[in-house]
């Protein structure tokens, strides 16, 4: 018979064994990286974004949370009865005490076994040096043919075609159709990079490029014989199979990985708003470098013309008639000024003859006498009482006879 214990254990609340079920969960190395296959079932969309599902297979169901982020993420629709690949974590949802899944990839059932024969040929392929990047060879700038290998149906063809037709209307653009996915499209796309390369005079660069799709596919751009083909192009090849994360073994060994068609076509090709800006840099630089030697020569023309026309006979002459004019100017003043000292000093002779006149004192009630033989009488003695001598006046003369004769000393 069992004994009772004296002393009982302690006993845990729900929360602390929930949360200690979790730790063990969530600290389980091979729940925290876990692939796990199953159909889709109870498929809802919250309003906040995230996702809620269940897995289930014959015999058992798994919950599952996708986050909003993680949805956005996905590659093809998840709806309800899709058979499914899930990878991501397991944890604990405490509040219900049930542990589910929390997906971060999905992807179709099957796809398992293709990325395993995926991973496999890729090292096989990489083992031989199919994708050392030593191989790998430069675009050209400028490409004036461009090749491209994709389905003449599919969107993937518009859009590079729209691409090339915005970024380089000046390249010819040769298309080599072939299926992308199926059976017969490995060996038609071998065909169609053969074709490519055999054309007279080749293109510059082939494209090879489909839409997006599920790794099943896309397995045709993952078959050896197209690497193969890929790699042994004479023609630098620039892939863009898919969505930017898809990955194919064509993009190993091709000289140049797009993420898209449309990438593939911008990446192959120079965008023409570039090159006319480029031009026109060019333009601009050759016309200084061609206007800049004829500034200086026509600065070194002007410099010979200006000591040319200092030197000239003509400026010579000019200057020397204006020499003659301010010399003859100066001469014409000399003169004048000499006329006019000349006229001063015959004014001023003029003035002391007017003075010295002896009419201006006959003005002056004075008179002159001559003698009878017509000799100027300049005193008293040399006249005689009786004599008819001639008396000057201003204003004429007359005879007058001398009468009696007087000197100074006797007269009154």
């Known amino acids: 018979m069992q004994q009772p214990l004296l002393i009982q254990p302690q006993s845990l609340s729900v929360t602390d064994l929930t949360r200690h079920v979790r730790d063990l969960l969530v600290g389980d190395e091979?729940?925290?990286?876990?692939?796990?296959?199953?159909?889709?079932?109870?498929?809802?969309?919250?309003?906040?974004?995230?996702?809620?599902?269940?897995?289930?297979?014959?015999?058992?169901?798994?919950?599952?949370?996708?986050w909003k982020a993680s949805a956005a993420r996905m590659r093809f629709p998840l709806q309800n009865g899709l058979a499914v690949e899930a990878h991501g974590a397991i944890g604990l949802y405490e509040r219900d005490g049930a542990y589910q899944l929390y997906i971060d990839a999905v992807r179709p059932a099957g796809e398992g076994r293709l990325y395993l024969e995926f991973l496999?040929?890729?090292?096989?392929?990489?083992?031989?040096?199919?994708?050392?990047?030593?191989?790998?060879?430069?675009?050209?700038?400028?490409?004036?043919?461009?090749?491209?290998?994709?389905?003449?149906?599919?969107?993937?063809?518009?859009?590079?075609?729209?691409?090339?037709?915005?970024?380089?209307?000046?390249?010819e653009v040769i298309l080599a159709p072939s299926a992308v996915q199926g059976d017969a499209a490995p060996l038609e796309?071998?065909?169609?990079?053969?074709?490519?390369?055999?054309?007279?005079?080749?293109?510059?660069?082939?494209?090879?490029?489909?839409?997006?799709?599920?790794?099943?596919?896309?397995?045709?751009?993952?078959?050896?014989?197209?690497?193969?083909?890929?790699?042994?192009?004479?023609?630098?090849?620039?892939?863009?199979?898919?969505?930017?994360?898809?990955?194919?073994?064509?993009?190993?060994?091709?000289?140049?990985?797009?993420?898209?068609?449309?990438g593939a076509a911008t990446l192959a090709t120079p965008d023409s708003a570039d090159l006319r800006m480029g031009l026109e840099r060019l333009a601009r630089r050759l016309e200084t470098a061609a206007r800049q030697p004829l500034?200086?020569?026509?600065?070194?023309?002007?410099?010979?013309?200006?000591?040319?026309?200092?030197s000239s006979p003509r400026q010579r002459l000019a200057n020397e008639r204006q020499r003659v004019d301010m010399a003859a100017e100066?001469?014409?003043?000399?003169?004048?000024?000499?006329?006019?000292?000349?006229?001063?000093?015959?004014?001023?002779?003029?003035?002391?003859?007017?003075?010295?006149?002896?009419?201006?004192?006959?003005?002056?009630?004075?008179?002159?006498?001559?003698?009878?033989?017509?000799?100027?009488?300049?005193?008293?003695?040399?006249?005689?009482?009786?004599?008819?001598?001639?008396?000057r006046l201003a204003d004429g003369s007359f005879s007058a006879q001398v009468g009696a004769v007087e000197s100074p000393s006797t007269g009154n």
């Open 120 to 171: 496999r040929l890729k090292a096989r392929l990489e083992a031989e040096g199919l994708f050392e990047e030593s191989r790998k060879r430069p675009l050209p700038a400028y490409p004036q043919r461009i090749g491209i290998v994709s389905s003449p149906t599919g969107a993937a063809l518009q859009d590079m075609f729209n691409t090339l037709r915005r970024r380089y209307p000046l390249a």
């Open 189 to 262: 796309l071998v065909q169609a990079l053969a074709a490519l390369a055999a054309c007279m005079p080749p293109p510059d660069v082939i494209l090879l490029a489909r839409g997006g799709g599920s790794l099943e596919d896309l397995w045709a751009f993952n078959d050896e014989r197209v690497v193969r083909a890929v790699a042994a192009s004479p023609v630098p090849v620039v892939t863009g199979v898919g969505h930017e994360t898809d990955v194919t073994l064509v993009d190993f060994a091709s000289d140049l990985r797009a993420p898209t068609p449309t």
């Open 330 to 391: 100066r001469a014409r003043a000399a003169m004048a000024h000499r006329l006019e000292l000349a006229r001063s000093g015959l004014q001023g002779q003029d003035s002391r003859l007017e003075a010295l006149n002896p009419l201006n004192v006959l003005r002056r009630g004075f008179g002159l006498v001559f003698q009878p033989g017509g000799a100027l009488a300049t005193s008293v003695e040399q006249v005689a009482p009786g004599q008819t001598v001639r008396v």
């Open 30 to 66: 091979i729940l925290k990286d876990v692939w796990v296959s199953g159909e889709i079932s109870n498929f809802t969309r919250a309003v906040s974004g995230h996702v809620y599902l269940t897995l289930k297979d014959a015999n058992a169901s798994l919950k599952c949370v996708i």
């Open 295 to 310: 500034l200086l020569r026509r600065a070194a023309l002007d410099a010979q013309k200006t000591r040319l026309e200092r």
